[in-house]
């Protein structure tokens, strides 16, 4: 079965960062794009940014653009979103998810983690 | 505002049929890219429900389906049930965004 289990959310101060973290198993990890959608209290999901399997492409939607890095290591079947500067806006919980189809980014998303609240407040 | 136009509320009995809309733009669901339909009960990660247009992953049940009509998209739930009651969301692609996009979610209520 596939797992995708987040560790790293938690309080943070505007202007601050926090890395997330995803461990995928179950699957052929570098076979597959993976993604980050977020949610904020109350609202609906918002894409924040994909990773080709090789991780050689990275894609981000442009409220997080600059500010947050998408990276993948293969080798350990994890995947991480570095987030800096963040700002009140930031806040909400963060999914990782993969992509369904093989090698192919524009996949729906097939799997997702259990979900790491990041809060930003002061 | 979202990308992808969703009713904030749908609500039916058990039993009925209801008819959950997504409607996108010449960007997105108009250019051809496909739209996938996810189900998120309270407290839980979303869950693929319906993906490019009318396909169903392993387990989720025929009484859900899906079409698409040029730039819009409608997720169908037949034989409501209690337990469908969720928050669904419509997903495509925007090639003028370069990035997924989502509806802003359609609270099912069953009455």
């Known amino acids: 079965d596939v797992v995708l289990l987040q560790s790293g959310g938690g309080l943070v101060q505007p202007g601050g960062s926090l890395r997330l973290s995803c461990a995928a198993s179950?699957?052929?990890?570098?076979?597959?794009?993976m993604n980050w959608v977020r949610q904020a209290p109350g609202k609906g999901l918002e894409w924040v940014s994909s990773?080709?399997?090789?991780?050689?492409?990275?894609y981000y939607a442009d409220s997080v653009k600059g500010r947050f890095t998408f990276s993948r290591d293969n080798s350990q079947s994890m995947v991480y979103l570095q987030m800096i500067s963040l700002t009140v806006e930031d806040t909400a919980v963060y999914y990782c998810?993969?992509?369904?189809?093989?090698?192919?980014?524009?996949?729906?998303?097939?799997?997702w983690g259990q979900g790491s609240l990041v809060t930003v407040s002061s | 505002q979202s990308v992808l136009t969703q009713p904030p509320s749908v609500s039916g009995t058990p039993g009925q049929r209801v008819t959950i809309s997504c409607t996108g733009t010449?960007?997105?669901?108009?250019?051809?890219?496909?739209v996938h339909w996810y189900q998120q009960l309270p407290r839980t990660a979303p869950k693929l429900l319906i993906y490019?247009?009318?396909n169903r992953p392993s387990g989720v049940p025929d009484r859900f389906s899906g079409s698409k009509s040029d730039t819009s998209a409608s997720l169908v739930i037949t034989g409501l049930q209690g337990e469908d009651e969720a928050d669904y969301y419509c997903?495509?692609?925007?090639?003028?965004?370069?990035?997924?996009?989502f509806g802003g979610g359609t609270k099912l209520t069953v009455l």
């Open positions: 990773i080709s399997g090789g991780g050689d492409a990275t």
């Open positions: 997903q495509s692609y925007d090639r003028s965004l370069s990035g997924w996009v």
């Open positions: 179950g699957f052929t990890f570098s076979n597959y794009a």
């Open positions: 490019t247009f009318n």
């Open positions: 010449s960007s997105n669901i108009g250019a051809g890219y496909d």
């Open positions: 998810a993969k992509t369904s189809a093989l090698y192919q980014l524009l996949s729906p998303f097939d799997s």
